[in-house]
């Protein structure tokens, strides 16, 4: 087994913490390429890491030598043209969430691929990677709870960072419960709804949070998301799948419980890299191992569109006030 | 302290009920009369109670001698006539949900009110009267949490009984989400939305089991509630609320903790008369001691009317598959 | 059914609880006399009772018009005098724990019902009357988790009174799980051990707080009680059970679950009279029925006198720092 | 950073689950020899392993080109050996626990990283790398609830394994609790009375299974472990830290809540390769770390000869029934 070359497109938090994670959890590979519009931020990143080159141009990243396979961690508007360089090159990509900024964007890239006739994009929904929602998955297909009903689902991060938006709520925040759901329940969303209580006075003003989001599915589920992301109080995701038989909750993190000053309290993560630090590590993980053989382990680039597709819909619901469908393309016979 | 004496109006199953609590849990009060249309049923709860008289005309229940508060636990359709001969002789009523089988029944014992002036019918919401409800009612109303933007519910019932309809989902069972959240909140919902995913085979056909409600109410929360009575599992009654600062939960009986064969468990309870059994003797206790003093304590006739809407408006948007205002009369002053 | 008549002996803190409790939650009984050697005391409890004596002899009390039975919550020191009383006219007693100050003491009470024939005799351990320790039991009777091998028990304060001793962290606090152990494994107490860690500089000097208690039973199974009379932060009893084929754990009151500033948590009850309010309720109202028909329905004379044996162990062991023997005398046929 | 060479001695269980670990999870290290006496048995793990070479001899792995430090998880009576070799290269050793059969094998380890005057050799202590063991350490060096009193450990397995001795009761399973209560607390142990009920008739005769051991610590603490090996139902490690101002457990494993047949459940997990998974990869990702600098990142030497001291003591204690004292020799200023 020969080691894996990475090149990491985009040195922000995501790029910086991707490529930290690749020296320190994922055996079998190595950065070899940091690209980064800011050379500085680039330097930085490669600086920590033995032997690899900063660049400020996605394309010779991914063109250097040794790269043989590309991680995008730039922001979304750059995402599509990444993804390009990697498939002309034949290389398997791992690109953050979301695949694009619109469903346009991410139905290029699926048809990029069936070009080449080869799934090569996996997308970063990493939840798909966390230990809770495998089991949760595994018990839904062994039908341990019978034709499921409903998913409830809850996202709160404890604040919103300063450039968030409106939009963002829903196509950056409740993305990863489009996502969840349709891989939990192997369907696909086919209408939504978006209800808002009166705004958070806690929350900056115009964001509208939370939100209230109501999915009904291919096969007659109903998914409702509370997306609160100036909560207050810490960052949790949690998940209740109803079935005919029974149901089967995640989100209470392991914790050591404290009894003191009249109260028996758990500490609550205040930030998904905590919450889901296990996850990111396991989807590297099997990234890398599908990559060294030319494949994905998880969503792929028709998920990236899907999700894209919904998150559309509902950003239209949570303006015109009224269930607006979702419409999608036809599934290629790549991604059956 | 004289003993309070009581004619109780069905000896069906909530009228036994009552009628054995009422000797064995609640001081100063004694069952006097017991009325049924079936004279053996009749009978048979009064011979439980030393010195009960058994009849089958609930006026004559209600005017028998020692008789200083009536509860009702016949059907529906016979409330408002039970309540009419207890306004009749001004004495103070325990009357279980619903008031009656519909909103305009409901406000007929409204305005009976306002002429006697006096505030004599106490509807059996006994949620009210549960330790974990009255805990979180405290928390919301000192700002615990902040203003409230949600409650989450989960209304579950193991299996329903034979003759439970589609509307008695919403009008029967959902009715104690509505009372819950209009007392929890201290608001008045104004619009309900109905959505169902594909009804569970296991439920029987045409019962449209199960449903998503979703309230919206004056002061700005939305309100969502699972109501499932075919779940399988067991009896569940949860609420979350959400507020600008925290959440606040409820719903986790207190059981022992059983690890075994794999499985670390608790027993869920399957009924809601074990589940709420210290809610109805502290309603019952609650009840007498002000009806000893001529008054309620707890949901008044305003309340019940209130639901009443409510479930209409809910029942209508079922039907309709739109979203439905709820249409209430002014408030009036005795009830504010 | 008539009203049973119950003389309350003891006007203090305890007392003035079980007499509020008798005319508010246990139907078909009322005090009719109330005694304490404090006159003022006596007539303040007496005065929220509807027509009952206030006296300070607790003779006259027994013997006053209508007493059908006998509630005890003066200090121990009081109660072998008071139950000599009640056994004289052979009227049902529930005397607080403990039976006696000591084993001898309660061995003469032991005596003097076998002279009558009858157990008269109820001892205030009211933890069995607890909906938890009721399914602990009934688990381990129907044999749920095997053949019991451990019994883990925690008993904490959050801060002791003024009067409190190293020898009543023994005598008062564990004997509850002295009585609690007996009833759950059905076995008497044949050692003890009594071990201490440095002591607590929160707790009062030389108070010994806490202690390590660790008993070994007639049928093999070990007990081990920390019992942490100034923990802080609250009144916490917890139990769990090991058998040879799983365990149970009870102990976490039902409360609601509040997420604020960082923290997911749960007030912790402060006082036992919080913890085991329904058991008290259900304690009365089980003893009341029992005493309307001339019996017992709780731990009796034996189950004293076995609890104060135990108790001396412990605190002859606490002193000495070695295993002690606990001696009994053989269990009178009555008790069997 | 060049990559760690890794020699793996000992291809069983233990060393075939290291050896795959290190692949997969810890970035920057390869196994480049793994030794066992069953030739088979090296070939096997080392074919897993892209140019790893397979030994039967442990000193000439230790002596292979490209070996920089040297992981040991052969059978404990040939540690002392497999250790030696390391230290006379000056190679880092993670080496698994017990570090030697007896307190005196520990002891001359100890001794001979005395002579070279480096620590070199990390125990394979896990927990003190699981992260909720992490936390509670933290909260206790922190003052977080006060002077610890109390430790109160459960370390349950489903079964034990055919070769299981009642001394590896002790010096096998309690030697974590051991090692955990040594570090948490930063005391010695100092005593030790092992106590054990009726031994369970579902475990192998003559195995003695479960035990109770009670250890007394140079800060005044006492720590209570029920080691039970063959509880049936899963794997479970609990403790709940008891100090003068709180308490604090750990031990509740994050896992799906299920809803089904009656019963509120989670699975337990049946393995430690389970419950302590991360731990593990974490242990081995902070040795590589350590070990490429030339230090241990963990338990050490000292610690490994203490707590082989303890168990030793806890043996003698449970065949002679009575409070046995661990004698240490004085600690060298290497390990302060």
């Not at 033995?50 to 995402?79: C, K, N, R």
């Not at 139905?107 to 090569?120: H, K, N, P, W």
């Not at 990111?280 to 990236?304: E, F, N, S, T």
Request: proline residues 6%; contains cysteine.
């Amino acid at each position: 087994m020969s080691t894996l070359g990475i090149a990491v497109i985009g040195a922000g938090r995501m790029g910086a913490d991707h490529a930290r994670r690749i020296g320190r959890t994922a055996g079998g590979a190595r950065v070899v390429a940091v690209a980064d519009p800011d050379a500085g931020r680039a330097k930085e990143v490669a600086a920590g890491l033995d032997g690899a080159y900063a660049l400020t141009d996605p394309a010779a990243a991914v063109a250097a030598p040794g790269v043989g396979a590309v991680l995008i961690a730039s922001p979304a508007a750059a995402h599509e043209e990444a993804v390009g360089y990697a498939l002309e090159r034949g290389l398997p990509v791992l690109c953050e969430k979301p695949l694009a900024p619109d469903a346009a964007g991410a139905l290029r890239v699926v048809e990029a691929e069936q070009r080449l006739g080869r799934r090569l994009v996996q997308v970063g929904f990493m939840r798909r990677h966390d230990a809770e929602y495998g089991l949760l998955k595994e018990l839904l297909d062994a039908g341990g709870i019978g034709r499921p009903l409903f998913l409830h689902c809850r996202h709160r991060n404890a604040s919103s960072p300063p450039f968030f938006t409106a939009d963002m709520l829903l196509g950056d925040s409740a993305v990863h419960e489009v996502d969840a759901a349709r891989w939990l329940l192997g369907q696909e969303v086919t209408a939504v709804s978006v209800f808002a209580p009166a705004p958070s006075s806690l929350a900056p003003e115009g964001l509208g949070d939370p939100r209230f989001v109501l999915m009904e599915t291919s096969g007659g589920a109903l998914v409702d998301v509370e997306v609160f992301v100036n909560c207050g109080f810490g960052y949790e995701v949690r998940c209740e799948a109803v079935g005919e038989s029974g149901s089967a909750s995640l989100g209470e993190p392991q914790a050591v419980e404290v009894r003191r000053a009249g109260l028996r309290a758990q500490a609550v993560p205040q930030d998904f890299t905590v919450r889901f630090a296990d996850a990111y590590d396991r989807q590297l993980r099997r990234w890398v191992a599908a990559a060294a053989r030319g494949g994905v382990a998880g969503p792929d680039a028709w998920d990236g569109y899907a999700a894209a597709a919904v998150c559309e819909a509902a950003v239209a619901s949570a303006r015109s006030g009224v269930r607006t469908a979702v419409e999608l393309v036809e599934r290629p016979p790549l991604y059956r």
